[in-house]
Nanobody, 127 residues
Framework: QVQLVEAGGGLVQAGGSLRLSCALS????????MGWFRQAPGKEREFVTA????????YYADSVKGRFTISRDNANNMMFLQMISLKPEDKGTYFC????????????????????WGKGTQVTVSS
């Protein structure tokens, strides 16, 4: 059974940085394409970024390009999201879902394509 636990959220001023982590247990993370999504109160879940199984392909939402960096450490079953130059609109609960079904070369913005989800970690950005 796959379990995902996000950590690293918090309160930061606009322009600041945070590094989120995602720990996968129960299976080997190298079997999964991984993503980051976020959801602000009253809004739909929004794609942020994704990375394929062997760490060769990444995909970013336009809103975070140049500010966020996704990475993974398959040896330790971990994934990360480095966020810099944070803006108030980046606030929300951040989730790191795992996609087992898709081919390694296909990364999706659609949350329905992901098989497993954690409970998320809260990011708040003050202006």
């Amino acid at each position: 059974q796959v379990q995902l636990v996000e950590a690293g959220g918090g309160l930061v001023q606009a322009g600041g940085s945070l590094r989120l982590s995602c720990a996968l247990s129960g299976r080997t993370i190298s079997n999964y394409n991984m993503g980051w999504f976020r959801q602000a109160p009253g809004k739909e879940r929004e794609f942020v970024t994704a990375i394929n199984r062997n760490d060769s392909i990444t995909y970013y939402a336009d809103s975070v390009k140049g500010r966020f960096t996704i990475s993974r450490d398959n040896a330790n079953n971990m994934m990360f999201l480095q966020m810099i130059s944070l803006k108030p609109e980046d606030k929300g609960t951040y989730f790191c879902p795992a996609d087992y079904s898709s081919l390694s070369g296909l990364l999706y913005r659609d949350p329905a394509r992901y098989d497993y989800w954690g409970k998320g970690t809260q990011v708040t950005v003050s202006s």
